[in-house]
T-cell receptor, first 114, second 115 residues
Framework: GESVGLHLPTLSVQEGDNSIINCAYS??????FIWYKQESGKGPQFIID?????DKRQGQRVTVLLNKTVKHLSLQIAATQPGDSAVYFC?????????????FGSGTRLQVQP | GAGVSQSPSNKVTEKGKDVELRCDPI?????LYWYRQSLGQGLEFLIY????????KSGLPSDRFSAERTGGSVSTLTIQRTQQEDSAVYLC?????????????FGPGTRLTVL
């Protein structure tokens, strides 16, 4: 994805509110998508994934929505908590080609205000 | 169980020196990936190993970068003649099977600083 350098898009929410983090992807052949959470000084942590034959998947307090028509992915976090503060990355993959690696977006910083 | 581990956690080196970064994947995971993350940016793919197959080196930025994986487990990423632009966090991930649709589990990374 495109780089935004040090100036990550930032979403600031109040504790208890719902958060929606958006991601646009460019490769229409991508068939697998993952959201990762990265806290300062740590590696990315898996949150939730979705395959292209689905448009919605729910986890614990998180929901991922996939709109293949406009190549858009979103992560919804219910009842956001201070521990949710982190940088969130979407990642895409074309499952059955020779390139196995994930392609990551540039990230969104979520700040939860107590 | 143990996750992906990487060492060292931090490495400071002088320009022109060689460095080796180590990754211990999750036991039983056959696929191993190296990524690079520059400050405030997303992850950039470097190299991928799957079993005994030839590695996918398509992401390596120059011939100063190389990696090996011994015995299908531990991997070492080597950067020769380091440059300041090599400063970044180097992340290793592993996944249980070869399909790109399987979740990749990341280690904590090695922060490399080239002075």
């Amino acid at each position: 994805g495109e780089s935004v350098g040090l100036h990550l898009p930032t979403l600031s929410v109040q504790e208890g509110d719902n958060s929606i983090i958006n991601c646009a992807y460019s490769n229409s052949a991508s068939d697998y998508f993952i959201w990762y959470k990265q806290e300062s000084g740590k590696g990315p942590q898996f949150i939730i994934d979705i395959r292209s034959n689905m448009d919605k998947r729910q986890g614990q307090r998180v929901t991922v929505l996939l709109n293949k028509t406009v190549k858009h992915l979103s992560l919804q976090i219910a009842a956001t908590q201070p521990g949710d503060s982190a940088v969130y990355f979407c990642a895409e993959n074309i499952g059955d080609t020779g390139r196995r690696a994930l392609t990551f977006g540039s990230g969104t910083r979520l700040q939860v205000q107590p | 169980g143990a996750g992906v581990s990487q060492s060292p956690s931090n490495k400071v080196t002088e320009k022109g020196k060689d460095v080796e970064l180590r990754c211990d994947p999750i036991s039983g995971h056959t696929a191993l990936y190296w990524y690079r993350q520059s400050l405030g940016q997303g992850l950039e793919f470097l190299i991928y190993f799957q079993g005994n197959s030839a590695p996918d080196k398509s992401g390596l930025p120059s011939d100063r970068f190389s990696a090996e994986r011994t015995g299908g487990s531990v991997s070492t990423l080597t950067i020769q003649r380091t440059q300041q632009e090599d400063s970044a966090v180097y992340l290793c991930a592993s996944s249980p099977v070869s399909s790109g649709t399987d979740t990749q589990y990341f280690g904590p990374g090695t922060r490399l600083t080239v002075l």
